[in-house]
């Protein structure tokens, strides 16, 4: 039965019904169970040392063909005699005869999904194939029919290609993908970056969301680095969607360096610094838990003029509100210092009177109405007090905008502003458990798009993010993670995450993701498609620099 060129179709007894399709055979089904997965004896002319955990397989049962994960990959053999007496390896005669006869490697398999033979709807797996079926290669048309197929003006969104299957497309469903907050996690230098730009890509060509990115190294807006040594560089978004992408440069400077054609600078008065943003930089700045509620109370006293107080206080000033307010004068001197330091290290941006900057809040809501996608770049105010403070006050103040807007439309969808999706690198910086309860990032996360606003976290140590948090991400691409912390925190609420565990573990080190959720409907390994290269771009189609900013955004509820 087991096939000899490795192309026959599997289980050729059992080929009663239209839908088998010409899988290369893997091998046949031995044993196993709903928990703990199938075992298949491995058959045919493959060596076990091909066969990779990851791998996407089909099991072809009696009545239902079952779509399943290689979970493990082992040895066996049929009797305890040959492993007391193995033949040397330098015996190829005797090796030849025995393996994968008496001595063979077996595979785990994980089902993820079922459905009957002859039939078009899956399920989820309920129970276990029948001893000796047949077990094969999935083909391009069963990947089609549970991941989707693009399609112009479709939903759905290549991102990859199944483990050893480089030609066929897994696709992501764009409009499951934006209903909730995402992560894409993985140790430096394994992809998180391209993914997300690949992501961002498909979430903008097809307009499921407006987006903003918080840049923090310059990777989003006009140009990526690369390692790849044979380029110098790889294009961003703004190279791909001209007018569709806005950047706000945080240090023109540093942009003008570089060549980056950026529309606007973002400059913050101190008036728009709010107690809950120097709660977040609690140990960037070094604070004690009395500094945060000092913040509190000078915020209660002053309003939006707290901070420039604070800084031109006295010594006798300081005694002063200390009295007045029952603060402790010990703690504001010393917050008054750290914040003094904070505004030294932040005033290329930073700017004391409102008067003299224009309101980036405003610009920034006036191009995410539009359906314009901000980038906005950091240049030289990349160090993490920097990037924090920026983004946690636009982002709470473009939040609180959503917010009214949502209300206003009162449930009438066509008044709703456009679903935004907000891209923020490191992200357990800002979800870590201390802080997710009280920033705005947190409470984005775990409101689940009731005011159309939903988050793209890229991490690579998504142990330090809130398990709440975790649990509430829809999709979650997560390229190689060894810490065993970070793979159980990636796996936070997953049934059946056991085993995944191995599978998670065992990523190459670079372009390969496991993508699970609300967006796929089964977990698969896939080699992430490769960003930019002139497929990429084809893909993109025709892009027009001096199109209109105005984007139809009507038809995206
Ligand atoms: N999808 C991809 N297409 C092309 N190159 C990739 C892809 N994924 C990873 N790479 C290569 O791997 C390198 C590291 O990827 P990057 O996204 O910067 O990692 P991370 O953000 O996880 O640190 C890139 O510079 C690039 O050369
Ligand atoms: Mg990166």
């Known amino acids: 039965m087991a096939s000899t060129n490795g192309h026959n179709p599997i289980s050729s007894h059992l080929s009663l019904t239209a839908v088998d399709r010409d899988r290369k055979s893997l091998g046949t089904v031995v044993r196993g169970s709903l928990q703990t997965g199938i075992q298949i004896k491995v058959t045919g002319e493959q060596s076990v040392e091909e066969i990779r955990a990851g791998k996407f397989v089909v099991i072809e049962g009696a009545k239902h063909e079952f779509f399943a994960m290689i979970t493990d990959v082992a040895l066996d053999c049929t009797s305890p005699q040959i492993l007391a007496d193995p033949p040397a390896p330098s015996d190829t005669f005797m090796r030849s005869i025995l393996t994968g006869v008496s001595a063979y490697g077996t595979v785990t398999l994980k089902p993820l999904l079922m459905r009957p033979r002859g039939g078009v709807e899956f399920e989820p797996v309920k129970t276990v194939p029948a001893h000796f079926s047949g077990a094969g290669e999935a083909t391009e048309d069963d990947i089609a029919d549970i991941f989707g197929a693009e399609t112009e003006g479709g939903n759905h969104f290549h991102i990859g290609a199944p483990l050893d299957m480089n030609e066929i497309q897994v696709c992501l469903d764009l409009s499951r993908l934006v209903e909730r907050s995402n992560g894409i996690f993985g140790k430096s230098g394994t992809g998180k970056t391209f993914l997300t730009r690949i992501c961002l890509c498909g979430v903008i060509k097809h307009k499921k969301a407006v987006n903003l990115v918080f840049d923090m190294h310059g990777e989003y807006g006009w140009q990526g680095s690369t390692e790849d040594v044979t380029r110098a560089g790889v294009r961003g978004l703004k190279q791909y969607f001209g007018s569709q992408v806005s950047i706000f440069t945080m240090d023109p400077e540093s942009s003008r360096r570089r060549s980056v054609p950026f529309d606007r600078q973002v400059r913050i008065p101190y008036s728009q610094i709010e107690a809950e943003d120097i709660q977040l930089l609690q140990d960037e700045l070094n604070l004690n838990p009395t500094a945060a509620e000092t913040t509190y109370l000078l915020e209660r006293h002053y309003g939006k003029k707290w901070l420039a107080e604070l800084l031109d206080m006295e010594g006798e000033d300081i005694k002063a509100f200390a009295e007045m307010s029952g603060a402790n004068a010990m703690s504001v001197g010393a917050l008054q210092r750290k914040l003094g330091r904070m505004a030294k290290e932040c005033e290329g941006f930073l700017i004391k009177s409102a008067a003299d900057v224009d309101d980036a809040v405003r610009e920034i809501m ?33 939040h609180e905008e959503y917010v009214k807007l949502t209300e206003a439309a009162g449930g009438d969808r066509g008044k709703m502003p456009t679903p935004l999706m907000i891209t923020i690198e490191e992200a357990h910086k800002f979800l870590s458990p201390s802080l997710a309860r009280q920033t705005s990032f947190g409470i984005i996360a775990r409101e689940l798009r009731k005011y159309n606003v939903t988050l793209l976290v890229v991490d690579q140590r998504p142990s330090g993010i809130d398990s709440e948090v975790l649990s509430q991400l829809g999709t979650r691409i997560t390229c190689l993670l060894n810490d065993e912390r970070d793979i159980d925190a990636v796996l936070t609420g997953i049934s059946g995450a056991s085993a995944l565990r191995g599978v998670l573990a065992s990523l190459d080190s670079k372009q390969q993701a496991l993508l699970l959720g609300h967006a796929v409907p089964m977990p698969v390994v896939v080699q992430s498609r490769t960003y930019d290269d002139s497929e990429f771009r084809r893909s993109m189609g025709e892009f027009n620099r001096t199109a209109s900013a105005e984007v139809d955004t009507s038809d995206w509820k």
């Open 366 to 398: 006036g191009c995410l109405l539009k359906g314009v996608n901000v980038v906005l770049e950091y240049g030289q105010y990349r160090k993490p007090l920097q990037y924090m403070l920026v983004a946690n006050i636009l982002t709470r103040k473009i």
